[in-house]
């Protein structure tokens, strides 16, 4: 599976930005997908995941109420729609898939095989 990740950019603080993610090369709807990101000296952390039917979406406690994760199983393409953004906001956001035989969410890292390259996010004060 290849993901193709776009939509960031730079953006002022309590603006919006809509992060797409396409996928090729495997049969979308069977893929838990996630969103991740990583701020310059820290380490990579979930945002949030979605199973494969959509019913299932945990999120961070860091963009709970904020930011929305969705996915067209038709366009092979998960979204996060980030609201209310913040400086802390600021690092480059990765989407990973995982394969799932059932309708489950992982948040762990790990656990994901595929990654796109990443789009940088960044917000300014």
């Known amino acids: 599976v290849q993901l193709q990740a776009s939509g960031g950019g730079l953006v002022q603080a309590g603006g919006s930005l809509r992060l797409s993610c396409e996928a090729s090369?495997?049969?979308?709807?069977?893929?838990?997908m996630g969103w991740y990101r990583q701020a310059p000296g820290k380490q990579r952390e979930l945002v949030a995941a979605?199973?494969?039917?959509?019913?299932?979406?945990p999120y961070a406690s860091s963009v709970k109420g904020r930011f929305i994760i969705s996915r067209d199983n038709a366009k092979n393409t998960v979204y996060l729609q980030m609201n209310s953004l913040k400086p802390e906001d600021t690092a480059a956001y990765y989407c990973?898939?995982?394969?799932?035989?059932?309708?489950?969410?992982?948040?762990?890292?790990?656990?994901?095989?595929?990654w796109g390259q990443g789009t940088q996010v960044t917000v300014s004060s």
């Open positions: 090369g495997g049969i979308f709807r069977n893929y838990v």
């Open positions: 990973a898939a995982v394969y799932a035989r059932w309708d489950v969410v992982t948040m762990v890292e790990n656990e994901y095989d595929f």
């Open positions: 979605i199973s494969r039917s959509g019913r299932r979406i």
